[in-house]
C-alpha cells in the first residue's frame, strides 16, 4: 500500500513492495494516489508474470555466483579450482537452466563420469601421459560441488531440489560397500 505524507504543501508518495521503494513527490493528494495506485498496479502485475529463480539462473551463473562467495570467503584456491573443474566437465550444459537437470539427468551423467578416461600425473602437455578412470572419491568429490552449488541456491531463496545430494548419498554407499 501507498504511504503519502504531506511536507510544505507538497504531497509525498512512497510504494513498497518485497524489498523494492519507488517514491515521488506531487503538488496535489490526488496526483500522490493516483501515481501510488498505478506503481502499485505494475507491482502486481509484473508479481503475476514474474517465472520462478530455477527458470532464469543458468549453470554457469549458479557456478559463478558460488565460486565469487568462495573468493570473497578467502576460500584455498584447490576447492575453487575444484569448482572450475567440475564446471569445465558440465562445458555442454552451462547454458541450460538449473531446473533442467532432474535426477535422471545426474544418474546418466554419474555413468558418463565412471567411463570418462582423465589424465593423472605429470605435465599437462605431455601427450603420453597416463590416462585412467576416475575413482568412486572423484566423483564422490564432484558431486558433492554440484550439491554445494545446490544447497547454496537454496540458502539464496531458489526453491530446486538437490538431485546431485543424492547421488553423492548414492556414491557414498557403493563407495562403504567396496570397502567392506
Known amino acids: 500500500m501507498a504511504t503519502i505524507r504531506e511536507n510544505n504543501g507538497r504531497f509525498s508518495v512512497l510504494v513498497r513492495k518485497r524489498g523494492q521503494s519507488h517514491g515521488a513527490t506531487f503538488d496535489t493528494r490526488e496526483m ?32 559463478d555466483l558460488k565460486i565469487a562467495e568462495m573468493t570473497k570467503e578467502n576460500k584455498d584456491k584447490r576447492s575453487i579450482a575444484d569448482y572450475h573443474a567440475t564446471l569445465n566437465l558440465m562445458s555442454e550444459y552451462q547454458n541450460k537452466e538449473i531446473s533442467f ?23 599437462h602437455k605431455d601427450i603420453n601421459r597416463e590416462s585412467k578412470l576416475p575413482s568412486i572419491k572423484t566423483l564422490i568429490r564432484r558431486f558433492a560441488i554440484l550439491s554445494a552449488i545446490y544447497q547454496f541456491l537454496r540458502e539464496k531463496g531458489v526453491d530446486i531440489e538437490n538431485h546431485p545430494q543424492k547421488i553423492t548419498t548414492f556414491l557414498r554407499q557403493q563407495d562403504k560397500g567396496e570397502k567392506e
Open 32 to 63: 500522490a494516489e493516483l501515481w501510488g495506485q498505478y506503481k502499485e498496479e505494475i507491482i502486481h502485475n509484473m508479481e503475476m508474470f514474474k517465472p520462478p529463480e530455477k527458470e532464469m539462473i543458468l549453470l554457469k551463473d549458479a557456478f
Open 101 to 123: 537437470f532432474d535426477y535422471n539427468f545426474y544418474q546418466d551423467l554419474m555413468e558418463k563420469w565412471k567411463n570418462l578416461k582423465i589424465f593423472h600425473g605429470g605435465n
